[in-house]
């Protein structure tokens, strides 16, 4: 595959063919995963977690799938403050820590430093997150959640149907999700915020041009009504100028089991990229959802480690060999999926 | 065993035959922490080690206990800043994280929070300790090295006779172990402490219907003469009002060399849970024990290993598997215990 | 070899005997580091990675060339805040961290401390930097590349040339490798400074009655003519009383591509311990020397991981088992050296 040896820095980089193929390859991860199996493919290789900005979970659903392939991994947390305080360059900082590991995840606060880290690394880079600019592997599970949702119900991505919902000005997931979807063919797009946090026109616009279906509203019961999909986000408080700005948007959406059940199909698939607010007088997700089988929030996070197992797998270029090295399980393993 | 894929949080969950398993299975580790093999039965297995509250030592003891099973770990330390902060349950957080690994060790400020947090998650979890309420781990390491030594003495925890020493109002690791010994038989237990720090009524009531002996002084001397252990305990300044509150106690019942043989039986077993306090104006165990073979304190830290390594063991059922993925050890391993 | 189950606590000692042997191990473990191969012979065992105070890079280089030996690393960062602050001794805190694992890097702000550390410990400890005091590994690591370096072109240590250039009054690691050089015979030493920002007069008085040739000069041109190695060091502002004081020497010394085109020798090896500050008033040495290929300073590093593969290997005496315990790298792996 052409990712061989590559950097992953954003969607930008997949075609539909890509997307396809590393999609297989996550549902081949599936046994490793639910620990019916385990494989030591990667025994002896080392992944650098390099976390110049914290995200306990992207960076623990990194390493925990380097390790579900047998890798090790060495990783930081917290700004390199040292080196780049005594004037060090993103460069220099790439061809050092690449001397110590078979591949990078790397996430920094700053727009476009990883890919500038990875010009100057000796191994293959994953973007993780920089800043408001692209985080690809949260789109990609996203992606492959909807497609997996979908299998369950007999359907493809194409000809979805899908309410994106809250803060699309600011909410980084549903503007690299709608990048992705341009891939595929009669998506019908469902945009329900705010006027003031409206999906940016440049993202409608090329939504609309590759032939979808675009609907803007300000009223929940109507996007979410006859679609297969609500895609629910959190307000990014952070990205306002007060919190009292912010508390102006904060539960204007709430998507709870009654307003559920009054407006949308059976067995519409309920996502969010985590965290959820369930705070009082936030909730854009309520708890009463948590029994509803068609939540999908955490096989969604679930997914993301079989979607960076395929990665790590697709970069290494050990696909064709996962199983060759796989072996039964010796623990405990109920009550887990 | 029944604690097979149980959460681990609190000392209640213990019958006295589930500490004598528990201990049973400790005691076969010792092999594999001593070095003399190595064995690799949780091969492919991930501990999430989630310390959303420091505490080195233990956070370390745990992922060394899981690494001499075979395991990888996988950790984070310090506040789980991002997600609380934006509002997420630890519900929801429970159940991302319980995506990432077989079972979860996590430790947290808030009492109740590690109870809370397991009825989110699919996996195991044991409590590393959730502030004032409980540490499990520490009270059995406790009970397992009180054994441990008395059966060098050709002892057994029934008919124990000791002496508990220091701040018992607020030091978590005396209340916990005192519960434990409610398990056993015609205990004897010396309570030394200022008044204003005595041991809580109702765990003093619990060991009296216990049928144990309990015997209050403010008298070093008197509580430790004729006992098998010493247990010394640190004052526990943070939870005074302020320094010089905690300044009224300090340094008020120090035991060093001079003070044990005046007054204890020979071979009269010292421990402590550590950190004890070296500073000038507390020694609450003086470093002039240092060559006491009688000072058990490091061998407690050792046996926490043990103790952890059984309880992994149980909860993954792997027990009757050591064995079967035991090796040689290559390397050197002289001067260690 | 005498270090099997040593301390590593400075570079004094190292015999010249003792360098050769290491230097040997450390070419050896190329196929390793280099991923032609994969070795297991430390599958099991556990390096203690304590890094009380922060350095990103050295931590995982020794991180790094323990898991490339098959071992795994259980580690911290920060202070211990917890336990020191509660009074307990560096003996203490080494007595039970050494419980844990089979070898201890530690690296702490204060002088000495490493070793007061290491008097406590039960498995050995490597010295990973203890303030102005040591840092045997980077001055071992800096002394191997300056031996590779030479040995591709047909040289040896005996007879080199070098030139330090900076500030070398406060960089520890120019101090310790000019000790290590008075192992060696016949070596020219040009010392490259402000006179405020002198070498030490008790290095330089070693370095002369070891027979070395020493030329102190303020002229950047005079001291890396007709050398083989150009050693150039940042400025260690933060030793500095402030800023202001530090800037009277930043930029003080440049070397840039013409400035090596005009006055050293072909070939002529730049190194350089790393981080360089390239910003803008500083720029010891240029970017434009990045396609140099006698810059060496990303050979260094990467050297650092041969040097500790080499150091565990020795300390823990599996060096005749490396080879044993080899496999074939099943992942992609090419661009990287």
């Given amino acids: 595959m052409h990712f061989q040896g590559s950097h992953i820095l954003n969607i930008g980089q997949f075609e539909r063919s890509d997307v396809d193929q590393l999609f297989a390859v996550a549902d081949a991860m599936r046994p490793y995963a639910h620990r019916d199996k385990v494989t030591r493919v990667l025994d002896g290789a080392i992944l650098g977690s390099m976390f110049f900005e914290a995200s306990t979970r992207t960076r623990i659903s990194f390493g925990s799938a380097f390790n579900l392939l047998g890798g090790q991994v060495r990783e930081t947390t917290g700004f390199e403050s040292t080196a780049i305080a005594k004037g060090e360059s993103l460069y220099d900082t790439a061809r050092v820590l690449s001397g110590y590991s078979d591949v990078i995840v790397m996430r920094h606060p700053a727009e476009g430093s990883v890919a500038e880290f990875a010009a100057g690394s000796r191994v293959p880079v994953i973007n993780g997150g920089d800043g408001a600019n692209e985080h690809p592997t949260q789109a990609l599970l996203d992606l492959f959640t909807i497609r997996s949702e979908l299998h369950s119900r007999k359907r493809e991505i194409d000809d979805l149907r899908i309410a994106m919902v809250g803060d699309l000005r600011y909410g980084r997931t549903v503007h690299s999700l709608s990048r992705l979807l341009s891939l595929y063919k009669n998506v019908e797009i469902r945009l329900v915020s705010p006027t003031e946090l409206r999906m940016p026109g440049d993202i409608v616009e090329a939504l609309r041009s590759s032939g979808h279906k675009v609907i803007e509203t300000e009223v929940l019961e ?112 109920e009550r887990r999926f």
């Avoid at 948007?249 to 089991?257: C, D, K, S, T, V």
């Avoid at 939540?295 to 996070?301: E, M, T």
């Avoid at 270029?317 to 623990?331: L, T």
């Fill in 222 to 333: 109507e996007g979410i009504a006859g679609v297969d999909i609500v895609y629910s986000t959190r307000l990014q408080e952070e990205r306002f100028a007060s919190p009292a700005d912010a508390d102006l948007y904060r539960g204007r959406f709430r998507l709870n089991q009654s307003v559920y059940t009054a407006n949308c199909e059976p067995n519409t698939v309920i996502m969010h990229p985590l965290p959820r607010d369930s705070r009082e007088g936030a909730r854009e997700l309520d708890d009463d959802l948590n029994d509803n089988p068609n939540l999908a929030i955490f096989r969604q996070s679930d997914n993301g480690v079989l979607v960076r197992m395929a990665l790590f797998a697709i970069i290494l270029d050990v696909v064709d060999q996962v199983s060759a090295h796989a072996s039964k399980v010796n623990w405990y393993t």
